[in-house]
């Protein structure tokens, strides 16, 4: 077997794990995070350099960008077209950029997200503020390291004279890392950094004091100052930003909205298309019309409104519903000696000001060497020209440049240096004048030798220089803030009327759980009468109210959960058609029950609490506003014991008194208000004791006035005055209000109750029985006893047959 023919055994995991950790590596250094040092991609750091090497700067024509994406691509970058150009666009974008590193001339795209122009159509060069980011490059201020095929050197990192990481910002994602850094006003930045080089020991909130917080080139109003603060202690926080809008009068009493600011990142033309979809679908009720006038005058979107039309609610949905408003998060992640690292601010505002004290430094010394080898030089001159004549003999005395530079070094003691200069000296500077310069010129070079060694044995005096070339770029390229802070955030809360037109319906729910909504014109367009309702054979209407379509339902059910229904959610049916089933509007246990249907207009009303009673005769009430939410899933209403279930829940004011009634025939009377309120989740107290008994309804009364009305499950009924039922303590075992027959000879009146009614004026009720029969009577009929009577048949019901519920539908 030869030596290619050796295979050595690998794990997958191993081989895989090893070359994409090489590759991650690769991103996260080479193409998406930024240097902290200067803030900016690889990418983008070769785009200005390729620029900048090859003259095409401000000051210069412009250069078809095909030519700086191909040095780019040929000389540093070697990856395609696309990425390179893709880079430059951004940089020359003036809505993603605070400041421009490219002036770019021709279609660059648009905030609407149209592409820009292919290359070879646009041109570019360098900003005035990109030299900003390259000046002083080739005075050694930045180390530079071979190119991708070791024919050129390109710079690690530009020196960068302003902070642009926090400047510009930044956005990019890598393997396992992303980071969002936004833009900030370079002013209050550059203040920043001056403040922090006189009193390294700020605090956050100290720097904000003069870093309010970002400016995006879009404008916009940033809300949240804590999710800032935050940002800038950890690197990680959240803010929203919101647009500028503006509610204007028209004629006619109509108003418009006009939006001039967008949030940073935003597409305007998505944003535009979303809030007409919303017209055009009528999730908000008032829109009119929707334009784009946005022209060489600014952004500009006018959202017109109906006559009548809530502005300020249709303002407040498309804030919460469209990207008007978007959260936008914080993430400094940027590289720090080769690795990622999340940042706070004062950690991006130290690396930066460290940057900056090697670019000066190394400047310095640079520009040192250079004054001192000019300082040599014009040292030799002058010596020489102090000795001219002898100088000159010596030279003639030469058999050629060599000998005459060696005769120099040799003979009068000059340098290589010095004889070389000495020897290239034109014939015109020997005059008085010329000499007289030469030795101004060596005293000036001596205070600059003098001027940059201070520099450079001086801490002070370097973070001097520091300061004073911040500001200098801070008084020629600051400008105003464009995005306004706003402390706290605004709760967006959106009236239900805005997305609903208010109309009085009825909602119908059958024993079996079909829900129905049907405008009050289809009901009276079907006869006007509530037993002529739509429904199942063998079903009945359990369920009616009148209510409006901005109303709320809470159902409860037997298991101690409710749900919230949004009127407006029900689905709307014809008056003779039987409706959907509540599980496709609700999910609803297929074994739970539902108990009680409670309409709420206002959750806040006052003195409103919601009155719980369970089979095994546990009472709680709690404040209405507890049960206000916006989830559409069950939610715990009342804790149960084990076995017990919810029987019955009513609305209360608390003023009133209760009458709980049970199966076997007990009754007892005690006042509301020795129920406390609780909160929503807690299990009640004891409202009757009960031996093998179940409470079946409760009864809320005032006063006396009126009878107790109560049904056995065998049809017969009985009335007895209130009055009868004295008050108690609740928790007692409360007084008889029904005496069942017992004995073989004796016609049975019943086993237990079955529902229980108060009743003042005459009213008709409907028995509905098992065999689908339905009997009608009316209250009267039910004769006025004693509590301990055994009452009349009123319901005829079979042998087989039993009553399933007898129920008080509201008269049509």
């Not at 000059?414 to 004048?433: G, H, K, M, P, V």
């Not at 605004?490 to 109309?503: F, G, I, S, Y």
């Not at 107790?708 to 928790?731: E, F, H, M, N, W």
Request: glycine content about 8%; charged content about 30%.
């Amino acid at each position: 077997m030869g030596i290619l023919e050796e295979f050595l055994p690998a794990y997958l995991e191993e081989v895989v794990g090893e070359r994409f950790g090489r590759y991650s590596k690769y991103i996260i250094q080479d193409r998406a995070i930024p240097d902290v040092r200067d803030g900016l991609k690889p990418v983008q750091r070769r785009i200005l350099y390729a620029m900048y090497d090859s003259g095409n700067t401000p000051d210069k024509p412009y250069r078809k960008s095909a030519k700086t994406v191909g040095d780019v691509m040929g000389n540093y970058h070697p990856h395609g077209d696309t990425s390179i150009y893709d880079g430059m666009v951004r940089m020359a974008q003036p809505w993603k950029m605070g400041h421009m590193l490219v002036d770019g001339h021709g279609n660059w795209g648009s905030i609407d997200d149209d592409p820009p122009a292919a290359m070879r159509y646009t041109e570019a060069r360098l900003s005035e503020i990109a030299l900003e980011m390259l000046r002083d490059i080739e005075k050694r201020t930045v180390p530079f390291k071979d190119n991708f095929d070791n024919t050129t050197k390109e710079p690690v990192v530009l020196p960068s004279r302003y902070p642009n990481l926090l400047v510009n910002g930044v956005s990019g994602i890598s393997a396992g890392f992303a980071t969002e850094i936004p833009p900030h006003n370079m002013r209050e930045v550059i203040d920043a950094c001056i403040a922090m080089i006189d009193q390294p020991g700020l605090t956050v909130n100290e720097l904000m004091g003069i870093i309010k917080g970002p400016d995006f080139p879009t404008g916009g109003i940033i809300m949240g100052e804590e999710g800032i603060r935050e940002a800038y202690r950890t690197g990680r926080g959240r803010i929203y930003i919101r647009s500028r809008t503006a509610i204007e009068d028209m004629k006619a009493g109509r108003k418009q909205i006009v939006i001039t600011e967008i949030p940073y990142g935003v597409v305007k033309s998505r944003l535009v298309t979303s809030i007409e979809n919303i017209r055009l679908e009528k999730k908000v009720e008032g829109i009119q019309e929707v334009r784009d006038e946005s022209g060489r005058d600014g952004l500009r979107i006018v959202i017109e409104l109906r006559k009548d039309a809530d502005s300020k609610g249709i303002l407040n949905y498309l804030l919460k519903k469209t990207d008007l408003q978007i959260t936008y998060n914080f993430n400094m992640v940027a590289i720090v000696n080769k690795a990622p690292k999340q940042l706070s601010l004062r950690e991006i505002l130290e690396a930066y000001i460290e940057h900056q004290k090697e670019v000066v430094t190394y400047r310095t010394q640079y520009d040192l060497d250079k004054a001192l080898d000019r300082a040599h030089v014009l040292e030799g001159l002058v010596k020489a020209l102090n000795i001219l004549d002898e100088v000159i003999a010596t030279i003639k005395a030469s058999k050629n440049r060599q000998d005459a530079q060696h005769n120099l070094v040799s003979q009068y003691g000059f340098s290589e240096r010095q004889a070389d200069a000495i020897l290239t000296l034109q014939l015109y500077r020997l005059t008085n004048l010329e000499i007289t310069t030469l030795e101004k010129e060596m005293k000036e070079t001596q205070k600059t030798v003098d001027y940059l060694q201070g520099i450079l044995g001086s801490v002070t005096k370097l973070l001097g220089v520091i300061k004073s070339e911040l500001t200098a770029i801070r008084a020629k390229y600051g400008i105003d803030r464009r995005s306004d802070i706003q402390g706290e955030v605004e709760e967006l809360k959106v009236n239900l009327e805005v997305m609903v037109t208010p109309e009085d319906v009825l909602v119908t729910l059958s024993h079996e759980g079909y829900i129905k909504r049907t405008s009050m014109l289809s009901f009276t367009r079907s006869g006007g009468e509530i037993e002529s309702s739509g429904v199942k054979e063998g079903d009945f209407i359990k369920y009616v109210g009148e209510v409006n379509t901005i109303d709320n339902l809470l159902v409860f059910t037997q298991r101690g959960q409710y749900f919230m229904l949004p009127v407006h959610q029900i689905p709307d049916y014809k008056w003779k058609e039987s409706g959907t089933a509540i599980v496709n509007i609700i999910p609803i246990a297929k074994e739970d029950r539902i108990v009680s249907v409670i309409a709420v207009k206002d959750f806040e009303a006052p003195s409103q609490t919601l009155v719980f009673f369970t089979r095994k005769g546990q009472v709680k009430r709690t404040e209405l506003k507890e049960y206000m939410t916006n989830r559409s899933n069950a939610i715990v209403a009342c804790k149960l014991n084990d076995g017990d279930e919810v029987v019955q829940v009513s609305l209360s004011d608390y003023t009133k008194q209760i009458l709980l009634i049970t199966s076997k025939g007990m009754c007892i009377r005690f006042r509301e208000d020795e129920v406390n309120a609780m909160g929503r989740v807690a299990a009640g107290v004891r409202g009757i004791q009960l031996k093998d008994d179940e409470v079946i309804s409760a009864q809320f009364v005032q006063e006396d006035e009126g009878e107790l009305l109560v049904i056995s499950d065998i049809g017969y009924a009985k009335r007895t005055l209130l009055c009868d039922y004295p008050l108690q303590g609740r928790g007692g075992k409360g007084i008889v209000t029904f005496e069942f027959k017992e004995g073989k000879r004796v016609r049975s009146n019943g086993t237990l109750l079955i529902c229980t009614f108060i009743v003042k004026l005459d009213y008709e009720l409907t028995a509905m029985l098992k065999s689908g029969e339905v009997l009608r009577f009316s209250t009267e009929t039910a004769p006025l006893d004693d509590r301990k009577s055994t009452g009349k048949l009123l319901i005829p019901v079979g042998k087989t047959d039993s009553i399933v519920e007898v129920l008080r539908l509201p008269q049509g």
